[in-house]
């Protein structure tokens, strides 16, 4: 393997499995490779709202003047995106010697089974490991108590939202989901709930184990208006706070969740509310509630469960008026379609269903197929495309300057959208013919 793309695909090969849940294979080569971190680790589970969790402690933590790495995943266009150090994406040669290094010591000895996540996952951390920052981020990629991040003892937990997702590996109700996140908690270490309504279980296991629990709604709140906010936590607040650069109203919910970690781990990194206020405005994760600059207006999402595609309607709802909303969706295969086309429905006037190039996907013909099935809006146009590039072409093709065009469903189908960059929608328009297919 002579780059980081031969790294990649071997990793797809040498697991028959895509995730295999469990900490016991992947802890063994971590401590093969003697990883550790010599710093503050912050891990953020849930269903919803990590990413955005993620990029507003890295940018208050950069601000206030310390070094920085982060973990998070999936990525929407290059692999290395997962890895950033000081907010700059890793560079991908600087990747490879890691890959390296967890081969040999999965290979040392008796051979350990690695899948492609738990393989990456390794490499990474040891890359951030590497570079000696003060503080580390680690995004988990599914559920929590079994995810190959929770080989690592955090210094704060945080969990945000959670919602019915993953069911095949995580449970089909809340309370079984919230239990398989609140697995990130250690005994007397913070453990920030962000989510307002969570799962009993959560707080069970973090009284069972001893956790030192922030309760959102109880330890920390907000409170604002259409001009500002504030916060306030256990003996600290923030007040007259500016919105995070991040759009959406769940924003709130989620910067509510990192301060409160920054409050938790005040002692190890203080943090001054200059900071604070500029990291919070500086924030960004691209294909979160996105709005690309340009006629018609085009935005990014890749929500892709009920919860996070009712919070991405709400704030379609906040946007005002649009002659025509063209929405495009590529969904995978095991997700809930119809709690998802039903809360679009009113907002979407015309349809473009994409096919993904991953075989967990849905095909563009069997969820428009689903769609007509419900006969919510019979009267809107439908359509297929091939890849989101050409849905979005598509799209474009047809809206007027004053329209809409909503890209969601998936990291595939938003990341489809940026392959060759962020898309500049104000070429001239012209009105192309309905082709259904």
Request: proline residues 6%.
């Amino acid at each position: 393997m002579n780059n980081l793309q031969d790294w990649l695909a071997y990793c797809e090969r040498i697991h028959p499995q895509t995730i295999e849940l469990g900490l016991d294979r992947v802890r063994q080569v971590a401590e093969r490779l003697a990883l550790r971190f010599d710093c503050p680790v912050v891990t953020v589970a849930g269903t919803n709202g990590k990413g955005s969790t993620c990029a507003m402690l890295e940018a208050i933590y950069i601000q206030a003047g310390y070094r920085t790495g982060l973990y998070t995943s999936p990525h929407l266009v290059h692999f290395e995106e997962r890895c950033r150090l000081d907010g700059a994406i890793a560079d991908a040669e600087s990747l490879v010697p890691h890959f390296e290094a967890v081969e040999q010591a999965r290979l040392a000895g008796t051979e350990i089974s690695l899948s492609y996540f738990e393989f990456t996952t390794l490499a990474i951390m040891r890359r951030l490991a590497e570079a000696q920052p003060d503080v580390v981020i680690l995004e988990v990629g599914l559920g929590g108590r079994l995810d190959a991040v929770n080989i690592i003892d955090t210094d704060c937990a945080i969990i945000t939202s959670i919602d019915i997702d993953h069911q095949a590996f995580l449970g089909n109700d809340r309370e079984t989901i919230g239990r398989e996140k609140a697995g990130i908690m250690r005994a007397g270490v913070p453990a920030i709930v962000g989510d307002p309504m969570a799962p009993d279980s959560i707080f069970e296991h973090a009284a069972a184990i001893g956790a030192d629990l922030w309760r959102f709604g109880h330890d920390f709140n907000f409170s604002g208006d259409k001009q500002q906010w504030s916060w306030a936590g256990r003996g600290r607040r923030y007040a007259s706070l500016a919105y995070p650069a991040l759009r959406g109203a769940n924003q709130l919910i989620n910067a509510s969740g990192a301060l409160a970690a920054l409050e938790a781990l005040r002692d190890r990194l203080p943090v001054a509310a200059q900071a604070v206020r500029m990291g919070l405005a500086l924030a960004q994760v691209p294909g979160r509630f996105q709005i690309v600059p340009g006629q018609p207006s085009l935005v990014l999402d890749v929500a892709h469960n009920p919860h996070s595609v009712a919070a991405l309607a709400a704030n379609l709802d906040a946007m005002g008026f649009f002659p025509t909303t063209f929405a495009i969706l590529g969904v995978m295969a095991d997700k809930e379609f119809e709690p998802m086309l039903r809360r679009m429905a009113p907002l979407v006037d015309h349809w473009i269903f994409t096919d993904l190039d991953t075989p967990r996907a849905a095909t563009a013909a069997d969820v428009r197929d689903y769609w007509n099935a419900l006969a919510l809006r019979p009267e809107v146009p439908v359509e297929t495309a091939a890849t989101p590039q050409a849905a979005l072409e598509r799209a474009v093709a047809q809206a007027e300057p004053a329209d809409r065009i909503v890209v969601f469903g998936s990291f595939y189908t938003v990341g489809g959208v940026l392959h060759d960059g962020v898309p500049r929608l104000d070429a001239p328009h012209f009105t192309a013919p309905n082709t259904d297919s």
